[in-house]
């Protein structure tokens, strides 16, 4: 994480930064910049698909519904970190707490997933997963493409590691939602 002595900022003023192209995140108040991101198209496709099971996971749930973004979708952890997420769940509450006019959801996510791109570094994900699981975000996704594999971390758990011959769920608070690993990285 970030050291104590770096200048904090508070999420108003990192929203206020100019969109220069370079990808930055909030944690804990201080600003990380990750750079120029370097995404392939395969990163593009692989957070489709997983947007695209949530999707249909949802589809199959009673009203109200949460809500599944993708993107880079903005969140604001209580501890005061802004992130972007490439793809995540929304509850319903947070879902309906959340007005269309507002940039980023108030809260934290119940899924949380990050598909690694060749310009990410092991540091700034494994801070983000800190991140996410010291706000209480209860599933955590860390998507391979280049080795078709997704680490799922969970806050009472150690993380588990999933190939293309497995099936994933976020048990309990995705009920019924369960997938093969292989349908992630499809073409």
Excluded: C
């Amino acid at each position: 994480m970030a050291t104590v002595d770096a200048p904090r900022m508070t999420v108003e003023e990192f929203l206020a930064l100019p969109d220069d192209g370079v990808e930055r995140m909030l944690i804990d108040g201080v600003v990380r910049e990750l750079g120029m991101t370097v995404r392939r198209w395969q990163h593009a496709a692989v957070q489709v698909n997983i947007a695209h099971l949530l999707r249909d996971w949802v589809k199959g749930r009673p009203l109200p519904r949460g809500r599944v973004v993708d993107g880079e979708a903005g969140f604001r952890l209580a501890s005061g970190t802004l992130v972007g997420i490439d793809v995540a769940y929304a509850s319903p509450e947070l879902a309906a707490a959340t007005p269309a006019s507002q940039a980023y959801f108030q809260g934290e996510p119940t899924l949380a997933v990050e598909v690694l791109s060749p310009s990410d570094k092991q540091e700034d994900i494994d801070d983000k997963v800190a991140a996410y699981l010291a706000a209480g975000v209860p599933h955590v996704w860390v998507v391979q493409p280049r080795f078709r594999t997704v680490t799922v971390y969970r806050p009472d758990a150690l993380p588990t590691l999933y190939n293309v011959g497995d099936e994933i769920d976020a048990e309990p608070h995705l009920p019924g939602f369960r997938a093969a690993v292989a349908m992630i990285f499809e073409d």
